[in-house]
């Protein structure tokens, strides 16, 4: 699993204990006393030391929300050669246009994110009703992308391919 994966999971099954946690108190001495007793706990405690707990809920919070946000590939990518590097546009306009002369694809769309070691390019294709998707996978696998990996030698490519159907048209009455 990816890291993003891991703490989302990790964070939902905190806050599920902790409303599990809150409902069963709820339940076992009543509405009433559990919020007075919450209170008077909060009442007793040293404001530091609450300053401090929900300073640090909010840092791991914020944290974790920030850690959703995709990292896009940096603008210049190093090439094995010494010198040399690849403008990250160029990669992704390469891989459109490859993709876009696969007969049956109408329209791709392409991502690359990613840094140091692991890059993820996520190609959307848009194929006509009538084009076998097994085909076209072929095609852009085996053409389009056996291109792109020694670009980036280094680093690992994990490729994701979406394939979406174009609607039909309706059909207009002269």
């Known amino acids: 699993m990816r890291n993003r994966t891991v703490a989302n999971r990790t964070a939902l099954a905190l806050s599920g204990l902790a409303l599990l946690t809150a409902g069963a108190a ?4 009543g509405d009433g006393k559990t919020l007075v007793a919450a209170v008077r706990h909060l009442e007793e405690a040293d404001r530091g030391l609450l300053l401090a707990a929900t300073s640090t809920a ?5 944290a974790l ?3 959703q ?4 590939a940096r603008r210049r990518l190093n090439l094995p050669a010494p010198g040399c590097r690849l403008d990250s546009r160029a990669l992704r306009h390469a891989v ?21 070691r692991t890059m ?3 190609i959307t294709l848009t194929v006509r009703g009538s ?4 085909d076209v996978l072929t095609a852009v696998a085996d053409g389009v992308l056996v291109q792109i990996e020694p670009l980036l030698t280094p680093r690992r490519l994990h490729t994701r391919i979406r394939l979406q159907v174009q609607r039909p048209r309706p059909h ?3």
Do not use: F
């Open 96 to 116: 459109r246009a490859g993709c876009a002369t696969v007969p049956g694809v109408v329209r791709a769309r392409c991502r690359l994110t990613g840094r140091r």
């Open 120 to 122: 993820r390019l996520t």
């Open 65 to 67: 929300l920030t850690a």
């Open 131 to 134: 084009a076998h998707p097994g």
């Open 69 to 72: 946000i995709p990292r896009p």
């Open 58 to 62: 909010l840092a791991a919070s914020m």
């Open 172 to 174: 207009r009455a002269l």
């Open 26 to 29: 709820a339940t076992w001495w």
